[in-house]
């Protein structure tokens, strides 16, 4: 990551709050993730992945 990834976001719209939680949401994401693999959770049969109807 560099000023000129920050850049880019501003071109598309995104202030320096949106991109601040963003950042906030997608690092959750990878630390939970992180947490589950490590532990051995197994991701729930009643939820579809993503694109299927």
Request: aromatic share 10%; no cysteine; hydrophobic share 45%.
């Amino acid at each position: 990551m560099h000023a000129g990834d920050l850049d880019a976001l501003r071109v598309v719209g995104l202030d320096d709050r949106a991109i601040h939680d963003a950042t906030q949401v997608i690092s959750y994401f990878n630390y939970i993730n992180r947490i589950a693999d490590a532990l051995g959770v197994e991701p729930e049969t009643f939820i579809r992945p993503w694109g299927e109807p």
